[in-house]
């Protein structure tokens, strides 16, 4: 079995399944695409997964924090 068999060979067989996505720290990977159709086209990847901490100022106001709090646990303080 080739390296690229992975536990989905038959996303190998078929290009068509697997989608380029290019990762945080500037690789590209292959990823699977859902396995269905919409409207007779596949639905691609909508975006690139987002970068470590890329969202934690939204996701801890969301939870409650102030500002103050979440400026307080931003690693990017430790670094000013």
Do not use: Q
């Not at 038959?10 to 990823?31: C, V, Y």
């Not at 996701?59 to 303080?77: D, Q």
């Amino acid at each position: 079995m080739d390296s690229g068999a992975g536990f989905f060979p038959m996303f190998n067989r078929n290009k068509k399944s697997l989608a380029p996505i290019t990762l945080p720290d500037g690789r590209e990977i292959k990823t699977v695409l859902l396995p269905l159709t919409l409207g007779g086209e596949r639905p691609g990847v909508p975006l690139s997964p987002p970068k470590l901490g890329e969202h934690n100022a939204e996701l801890l106001a969301e939870l409650g924090y102030n500002p103050a709090e979440v400026v307080a646990l931003s690693p990017e303080r430790d670094k000013a």
